[in-house]
C-alpha cells in the first residue's frame, strides 16, 4: 500500500497541511479548485452579504454540485463507450460474417469460371467434330 504524503496548500489565503495517498501535485490541484470556487463567491455581491455560515454552506451545495455533475457526466461517457464498444462488436462480427460470403463467393465464383472452361472446350471440341463431319459430308 502506499505511503501517506503530507502535502501544504495554500486555501483562501491560509496555509493548510493534508495527508493523504494522493501525490503533492495532486493536493495542489484541490487547493487551486477551492480556490476558484471561493474567488467566485466572493466576485459575487449577492453572497457578500450572507453571514459566513451560510456561504460555506452554499460553497459546500455548489462543490457537491460539481462533484455529481461529473459523476453524471462518467456515467454517461461509460454508457456511450459501451454502447460503441457493442457496435465495434457488431461490426467486427459483420466483417467476420461478410468475410466469410465473401471467400464462399469466391470459391463458387472460381468453380463456375471452371465450368466454363469446362464447357468452352466441350464447345471447340463438338466444333471440331461438327468440322469434320461437314467436311467428310461434303467430300
Do not use: P, W
Not at 61 to 74: G, L, P, S
Not at 110 to 115: A, R
Amino acid at each position: 500500500m502506499d505511503s501517506k504524503v503530507d502535502g501544504e496548500v495554500v486555501i483562501g489565503g491560509k496555509v493548510y497541511t493534508i495527508c493523504g495517498y494522493e501525490n503533492e501535485e495532486y493536493f495542489q490541484k484541490i487547493a487551486a479548485y477551492i480556490n476558484s470556487k471561493l474567488n467566485e463567491f466572493h466576485s459575487s455581491d449577492a453572497m457578500k452579504t450572507l453571514n459566513q455560515d451560510y456561504r460555506n454552506i452554499l460553497m459546500q451545495i455548489n462543490i457537491a454540485d460539481d462533484y455529481f455533475k461529473a459523476k453524471k457526466q462518467i456515467q454517461l461517457m461509460e454508457e456511450e463507450m459501451r454502447a460503441r464498444e457493442k457496435e465495434i462488436y457488431d461490426l467486427k462480427h459483420e466483417l467476420i460474417s461478410n468475410q466469410i460470403k465473401l471467400e464462399n463467393s469466391e470459391k463458387t465464383s472460381k468453380k463456375l469460371t471452371e465450368k466454363i472452361a469446362d464447357k468452352e472446350k466441350e464447345i471447340i471440341t463438338l466444333q471440331a467434330k461438327l468440322d469434320v463431319h461437314k467436311s467428310e459430308k461434303q467430300k
